[in-house]
């Protein structure tokens, strides 16, 4: 069989899945759940409830305040403690609803059952309405609103579906859970979501390195008899998960600089966002939980974990719930090692997008003395979106905006193969990633004043 790959740069670190074989565990509700408004790619949540308000477990607590958002859901039932400012993963001040647990007391209309449902409702009207209406966003890391990417604007057709089981960062073994534990559940979601596009080719993408993944979902597929429906075998390369990667190697097809995958006819969904699908379109079922793996270099194999969470769970929670912190801890990622940002709150909560409580020795984080680039083009040639690195934080240095929109920036994807084969150890993302914010800024204020004086003619 051949194993596809995209034909750009990358990187081959060791993929160091040490918790592969942990089984999904479901985590108990804590006492208090910290819901961010803020979980999702777009305008935060909008709180519909107030200080005191009783909710239930799935019931509307936030509600989408632009184009481009999504619900939030009770976690948990119980009392609605506060409603404020509050620290995310980040640091940054966000929206949170607090609520204080008193049970798990579901809203009426959610089916809780384990039964699979496989008939695919015809009407994509109705799938698009369930996936909005139970706040599904994308899982792969962007959070962006699911019905949205599921609904290309007029004069762009989707013709193929990308389901990214790729799960190329190091560490992580969440998603692998959820295609070895979930697979019927996967396979039926991403039938519900290649319906919603117009029956169109549909492609479940995974890494070689997954072999129990890829016979779990030949064998799925082989007893559900579900249509349209290839697995496509990836070989481990990072960052063979970008969106724009896995188009490449699937479709060979390259997005233009600032183009969307529609533009070529493609749309990328993750295989955790294909159960989240399932379970709104066929269970009624609100995201309100994900898997999250528990790792790291300094954790013994015996406390490795992949847990079920709900949303609003503080980190505290779950690393005491797994052991606590260990002491050869140097560092705390969300994410992976390569893209994962550093904690820099425990007391910040789970959003639907975590996948990971990573924890990496000093050896692991501990970085070369930098020295000067010796212009070798490591970086160049290892960049999976065919840029130059070396020459963008030449620009960042000089404050050259001009220069660094002219040589791509925006187009950076942060993956960090640049910093990975750097022989001097130049933090090269540490320059770029700035950077681009700054050049993206400059994008969008131009794009809102050009929106502005076609408003007037």
């Not at 039932?77 to 995310?88: A, L, M, N």
């Not at 910093?419 to 914010?437: F, M, Q, T």
Request: proline fraction near 6%.
């Amino acid at each position: 069989m051949n194993k596809l790959s995209f034909s750009i740069g990358g990187v081959h670190p060791d993929d160091c899945k040490i918790s592969r074989n942990c089984s999904i565990e479901e985590l108990p509700l804590p006492g208090v759940m910290h819901v961010s408004m803020a979980q999702h790619l777009g305008a935060p949540a909008t709180p519909v409830v107030a200080v005191g308000d009783r909710v239930r477990t799935g019931q509307v607590i936030g509600e989408p305040a632009g184009f481009i958002s999504a619900f939030v859901h009770s976690p948990a039932s119980g009392t609605v403690k506060s409603i404020g400012p509050g620290k995310d993963l980040s640091g940054r001040m966000v929206t949170h609803i607090d609520i204080a647990v008193e049970g798990d007391e579901w809203a009426e209309g959610i089916d809780r059952s384990s039964t699979l449902v496989t008939e695919i409702p015809e009407d994509r009207t109705f799938i698009l309405e369930r996936i909005r209406a139970n706040g599904v966003v994308g899982l792969g890391g962007a959070t962006f609103p699911t019905h949205v990417k599921l609904n290309p604007a007029p004069g762009s057709k989707a013709e193929c579906l990308i389901i990214n089981g790729a799960e190329c960062e190091p560490y992580l073994t969440s998603d692998f859970r959820v295609l070895v534990e979930r697979t019927r559940e996967v396979v039926v979601g991403a039938t519900i979501m290649r319906r919603a596009l117009g029956d169109c080719r549909t492609v479940i993408a995974v890494e070689e390195n997954k072999p129990e993944a890829i016979m779990s979902l030949r064998a799925a597929m082989g007893e559900l008899h579900m249509e349209g429906l290839e697995i496509a075998v990836l070989r481990k390369k990072y960052p063979q998960g970008g969106e724009k990667q896995l188009i490449d190697a699937v479709m060979h097809r390259q997005v233009k600089s600032g183009g969307l995958p529609i533009s070529v006819g493609a749309v990328v969904q993750n295989v955790s966002t294909a159960l989240a699908v399932y379970e709104a379109v066929q269970k009624n079922r609100p995201l309100i939980s994900n898997v999250l793996t528990v790792t790291g270099d300094c954790l013994p194999v015996e406390r490795q974990h992949n847990y079920l969470f709900r949303i609003g769970m503080p980190l505290s929670y779950i690393a005491e719930y797994a052991g606590g912190v260990p002491e050869g801890a140097a560092k705390i990622v969300s994410g992976g090692p390569m893209m994962g940002r550093a904690v820099s709150e425990m007391e910040a909560s789970t959003v639907k997008g975590s996948s990971s409580l990573l924890y990496l020795s000093e050896k692991a984080t501990r970085r070369a003395p930098e020295s000067n680039c010796i212009r070798c083009g490591r970086c160049a040639s290892a960049c999976p979106m065919g840029l130059e690195p070396f020459l963008l934080v030449r620009l960042a240095k000089a404050g050259d905006a001009a220069g660094l929109e002219a040589a791509s920036v925006q187009d950076c994807i942060e993956c960090g193969c640049c910093l990975y084969s750097c022989p001097a150890a130049v933090p090269l993302l540490d320059h770029i990633r700035p950077a681009k914010g700054q050049v993206m800024g400059i994008i969008r204020a131009r794009a809102a004043a050009a929106k502005a004086a076609d408003d007037k003619k």
